[in-house]
Structures are given as C-alpha cells and as structure tokens.
C-alpha cells in the first residue's frame, strides 16, 4: 500500500496525519490565521509538508474557506485548494467532496459547495466503517460536530454548514475557542446574578484552565493567542474571566472564579445536549447506540455519553497507531481519517 497523507485546513490550525500501510506513523497540527494573512497558511502547509516527508498520495479536506480573507466561500474553496495544491506540490493530491467521494483539482469548480467544510464528513465515514450504530461527536478547539450512524452509513440530513447548524449536526461550542458568553448571558457570581460582559475578554481556553481541564502553556489543544496577549496561565485566564464580570481577579476567592468558570462550561454543555436532544426528537440514533468522540474536546463527548446512559468510544480506539499517536490523532480525526480511507 502506499503512502498517504490526510489534510484538513482550517481556519485555526492546518492538521496532517500520515499513514503507511494502512496504519498512521505521524500527525501534526500547526496554527495558522489565514483571516490575518494567506502567507500563515501557505507556512503552516509547508512546515506540515516537511514535518511528514514524501507521499504518493494526497488527500484533502478544508474549513478555511470560511475565513473572511475570502470574499465569498466558493471563492475561497477555488483559493484554499490552489494554495495546497502548490504548496504540496504533487501531482496525485484529491480533494474530498463529502458523498462525492474525491475528486481532482480540475474538478473542484463545479464541486465547491460539495468540497467546502466537508471535513466532519471524512470522519464519519471512518467511523461508520467501524461502528454500525453510533453518534459521532467531533468536539475541536472551534466547533462541535455531531453525525448519527445508522446501519454503517452516515445519516446526517445536513450537509453544507447553513444545514447542518439548522438540523442540530454542528454547534460552535469549542473546547478552546470562541466566547464563553455565547452560552451564557448571565452568570451566578458572588451569590448575584450578573449580566456578563459581552466583548473578546476571555475565551473558552480560560474556563478550561481554571478548571484544570487544560494545562498551563501552549497547548495542541490551544495554539491561538490570548484574548489579552498575556500568558496563558491559571492567574492570567481568572483576569481575564473576571473582565467579563466587570471586576478584577482579587476581588474574589479563586474558589469563586472557578465556580464561575464551571457553570460556563456547563452553559456550553447545555448546549450541545441540545443539539442531540434534537437529533434525539426525530429518532436519528438508537436510543442505545454508543457515542464516539473525537477532537481536543471528546472528553466532553465521554459526559455527555455518560450522562445520556450511552456507552462511549474514543475514536483513538479505532484507529492503528502506537497509543499515544492514537490519540493525537483522535485530535485531528478528519485527517486521520483521510490518511486511512480507501479511494473508493
């Protein structure tokens, strides 16, 4: 069997998994921020490209087309495909179309909406081809992906962005991004209800910190810069918390900051019980099928199974690597994913 490589671009982070023989020997995850400059993603595709070395084939999935660097998403899907194209720089490079399966380069203009944030889709597959019945729940830095399996075939009614947020199969509740009062208009501090602030003080990766469920330091878990530009440490994330409360950090015991930052991640939570709630209500899973959880966040995926009766699955689980590779490449499951997935 050959070499292959599974790409998935992202708007935050270019993640790349390697597999020879059917069994992965290398991922990588490098943050870039194509929204401040392309340049960022042409580097992270490089670094990645010789990270893992020489490959007789190539294939690829993509998010980045989202940033507002382009200025629409199919020109962004043409843009994105030509930048790995070059920047890979092989002629034997597909990309994935979601149930189109892969398809070339020539092909990507009359496939855009097929191609453009089609990565949740890779993953599923791969579990599907594992697991006849399950919910898969993909919880990454940015958003939660969520796809029922059903009879060994991916059930999801979605399958553009604009879909998938309407039928409950993706939340923008990360692990790491995004802003904690998007769960939360207001919050129990110091026995008050008080209204949060709502501006880029904080973000998810500080409630994780406080809560210990992230360490201090730079993190593959967390590669994006503070809200603040300052450390990120324990003490810095409970200032930057408090900012969103309208205070300063010693104004309060810690124990009070984490109490905070605990009903934050249970607002967030919440929300993405909701969305298998939804799932749930039109009986897209079985009622015992497991869930499998992939992504930086899939220990939020192992409560929410536990807390819904449901057995779990780490999708490290299910791939062929030496343990500790597994799970860095559960981390970046739609590349893992492409690196194993036959062309069919």
């Not at 992270?44 to 507002?68: I, N």
């Not at 008080?194 to 967390?222: C, I, Y």
């Not at 929410?304 to 981390?331: H, S, T, V, W």
Request: net charge negative; hydrophobic share 50%; proline share 4%.
């Amino acid at each position: 069997m050959a070499a292959v490589i599974g790409w998935d671009i992202g708007g935050a982070h270019v993640k790349a998994a390697r597999a020879d023989d059917g069994r992965l020997t290398a991922v990588v995850q490098i943050a870039c921020a194509p929204h401040e400059s392309v340049a960022s993603l042409e580097q992270a595709l490089r670094a990645a490209r010789a990270a893992l070395g020489e490959a007789e084939r190539h294939h690829v999935t993509m998010t980045a087309e989202l940033s507002d660097a382009f200025e629409s998403r199919s020109r962004g899907v043409v843009t994105v495909a030509a930048i790995a194209a070059r920047e890979i720089g092989v002629p034997d490079i597909l990309f994935y179309a979601g149930e189109r399966g892969f398809i070339s380069r020539d092909e990507i203009g009359a496939n855009v909406d097929a191609v453009a944030s089609a990565n949740w889709r890779a993953s599923a597959e791969f579990v599907a081809r594992h697991c006849a019945e399950a919910l898969f729940i993909d919880i990454g830095s940015t958003t939660t992906d969520l796809a029922p399996i059903c009879a060994g075939r991916v059930a999801a009614r979605g399958a553009s962005d604009a879909e998938r947020l309407a039928y409950g199969e993706l939340a923008y509740a990360g692990f790491s991004r995004g802003a904690p009062q998007a769960y939360a208009a207001r919050a129990p501090i110091a026995g008050r209800w008080t209204p949060l602030v709502n501006e880029a003080f904080a973000s998810m990766a500080d409630v994780r910190r406080v809560l210990g469920d992230l360490p201090e330091g730079e993190t593959d878990a967390e590669l994006s810069p503070t809200a603040d530009g300052r450390p990120k440490t324990v003490a810095a994330s409970r200032a930057r918390l408090a900012r969103m409360a309208g205070r300063d950090a010693a104004e309060l015991r810690d124990a009070q900051w984490r109490a905070f930052a605990q009903y934050l991640a249970r607002a967030q939570l919440r929300a993405i019980e909701d969305q298998i709630a939804l799932l749930e209500s039109r009986e897209a899973i079985a009622c015992d099928a497991p869930i499998v959880g992939a992504g930086v966040g899939r220990k939020l995926a192992a409560r929410l199974a536990k807390a819904g009766g449901r057995i779990f699955i780490d999708f490290a689980d299910l791939i062929a690597a030496p343990p500790a590779l597994a799970d860095k490449a559960a981390n970046c499951a739609p590349a893992s994913a492409l690196a194993l997935l036959e062309v069919r």
